[in-house]
């Protein structure tokens, strides 16, 4: 399973209308795409940072719906006032204890490793980390993307509610922290989103 996100730094009041466009046009677009297997939105309406994300069976999948997709994340750039910015991933692990609800929100991480030490960190994370992760208040799903030739990871935590992630943080530092020292990674930036658009039906991957 693959991944394809575009990060725009979006005008905060613009926000609420790229949501809707990814919303009411983008996702029944790119469902009825070959190989797509759902869609999510990140936003952190502070630094106005949105993350758009593309699930695909196969690469082969991924690289063949690209073109047609240029001008749709063109269009959302517009509205968002913001560049598209492009990444590809594979899906290493994904797991979900159950479905978000509305009032979800996400933590993100991205990290970097040697690119041989690469399985490792993947293993570091669903032997450590996933558990750990687990038994955090409003735990509700994880994720971890990579790109194997860069060595570059994004860990997503998804939890029930923004109150949930609050009073987590202490801890999820802590893990973050540990895992990190495991896996020989280092940690580039962390974020934490609102989960405005969640349609995702990627299987359970651990």
């Given at each position: ?71 749709v994340r063109e ?101 973050r922290s540990a ?23 990627v299987p359970e991957?651990?």
């Amino acid at each position: 399973m693959y991944a394809r996100s575009t990060t725009i730094m979006a005008r905060p009041e613009s926000i609420d209308a790229g949501i809707a466009e990814v919303r009411d046009n983008v996702m029944p677009q790119i469902q009825e795409m070959e190989g797509c297997v759902g869609l999510s939105m990140l936003v952190d309406r502070g630094s106005g940072r949105c993350i758009t994300t593309s699930a695909w069976q196969s690469e082969d999948a991924m690289r063949a719906a690209d073109q047609a997709l240029q001008p749709v994340r063109e269009r959302v750039g517009e509205i968002l006032g913001g560049s598209p910015q492009v990444e590809e991933w594979e899906i290493a692990v994904l797991h979900r204890d159950h479905r978000s609800g509305e009032g979800a929100c996400v933590r993100v991480t991205w990290l970097r490793v040697d690119p041989a030490d690469m399985d490792r960190a993947i293993d570091v994370y669903k032997l450590a980390s996933l558990p750990r992760a687990e038994e955090l208040a409003g735990f509700c799903s994880a994720s971890l993307l990579v790109d194997r030739n860069s060595g570059r990871a994004v860990s997503s935590v998804t939890y029930d509610s923004f109150e949930a992630m609050e009073q987590n943080r202490d801890a999820a530092a802590a893990m973050r922290s540990a895992a990190s020292k495991d896996a020989a990674a280092e940690v580039l930036d962390t974020g934490e989103f609102e989960l405005a658009v969640a349609h995702l039906r990627v299987p359970e991957m651990t």
